[in-house]
């Protein structure tokens, strides 16, 4: 189970998936304005801060990346999340351990690769986690990259809230209690560009993904879904 970290969050900035660089087009100006309303004391990343499509054990589209400068972009790009986030709490997650994945199917030991940070360039502020509890005025809330798209169950499984990322078309929170404490099971959607090819894939689900993130007051989930427009775009408003 995740270390737990005594400080109480009142303002909690849960950051879905980006998949950097085939983010939405609009998500800094979106999370930008989120930290201006809630002005977070934690934000925690779901995971998939990068997408590394051009390394993954899945065909990639030869019209993308090559991996260097994928990875070159997704540096580029990060800059400005480090700069509005010096401190941030990241999920390990399916496609941000890409790296890592790839090197223990090939029987190369981590003691080899360089650490997420150094990868990515990310300052010291930026800390990844298998995964990470978080306490708030009313409880506990546990946050994994996913363990499943039942977040209730989750929940429900190891006697806390629950947040996860992962499921790009879930944009949910159920609650549940017992005698001594009302728990909730969450998970927020994502932040990525639905045109990039590296999303294509979906193209032949019913369910499409939902663009939004969400916060956590004083223990209270809320999601914030990202209001787009008739072309694709934030509206600008929360």
Known sequence: ???????VRNRVLIVSDLHIPYEHPDALKFLT???????????VFTGDEVDNHAISFHNSDPDLHSPGDELTESIKRLKHY????????????????LVYRKALANGLSKRFLK???EILQAPKGWAWHFDYTFNTPIGEV????????NALKNSQAIGRS????????????????????????MIAGCLVDT???ALAYNKN??????IGCAVVLEGVPILVPMLLDSKGRWTGKL
């Open 1 to 7: 189970m995740a270390k737990k970290h005594k400080t």
């Open 33 to 43: 304005a989120l930290k201006k309303l809630y002005t977070p004391d934690l934000v």
């Open 82 to 97: 480090y700069k509005l986030f010096p401190e941030a709490v990241i999920l390990e997650s399916n496609h941000g351990s």
């Open 115 to 117: 650490s997420y940070n």
């Open 142 to 149: 546990y946050c994994h990259h996913s363990k499943g798209a």
């Open 162 to 185: 629950y947040i996860s990322g992962h499921h790009h078309e879930s944009f949910s929170i159920q609650y549940w209690g017992h005698s001594d404490a009302l728990m909730f099971g």
């Open 195 to 197: 045109k990039s090819l």
């Open 205 to 210: 689900n019913l369910k499409r993904p939902v």
